[in-house]
């Protein structure tokens, strides 16, 4: 038969080892968030990446600002700029709130990367 001083001793000994062992995975998981952070601080930064183009209209519509309004390269094949194009204007469609001066400089920005027109043809 147990004695009651032994039961007693064996349940404190039990809760000491099981805090002993909390106690240590506290500290070790203390220690890897810490070391974490820091080498989150010391990666080097990014660099920021604009998404859209930023910035006035020219007189007269390029090629490079037309594929910088539609955000493709200026080599870029014909149904990729279709595309582009498409996007913009569901984003951009006066029709659904947009402005019809962004909408006529998209669709300049497509047709000279098309090569369908020269020089300005917007009506603003």
């Given at each position: ?24 995975a506290a500290a070790y998981a203390g ?55 498409r996007r913009m204007m569901i984003a ?33």
């Amino acid at each position: 038969m147990v004695s009651p001083s032994s039961s007693r001793h064996s349940l404190s000994s039990g809760l000491a080892r099981n805090l002993g062992v909390a106690v240590a995975a506290a500290a070790y998981a203390g220690k890897f968030g810490i070391r974490a952070w820091q080498a989150f601080q010391a990666r080097p930064p990014m660099a920021r990446v604009r998404k859209f183009y930023d910035g006035g209209f020219q007189s007269t519509m390029t090629r490079r600002e037309a594929a910088l309004i539609l955000g493709v390269r200026e080599s870029t094949p014909l149904d990729k700029v279709k595309e582009a194009h498409r996007r913009m204007m569901i984003a951009n469609h006066p029709d659904a709130g947009g402005s019809h001066y962004l909408a006529s400089k998209i669709n300049e920005a497509k047709e000279m990367l098309l090569g369908k027109r020269k020089g300005s043809g917007s009506a603003f």
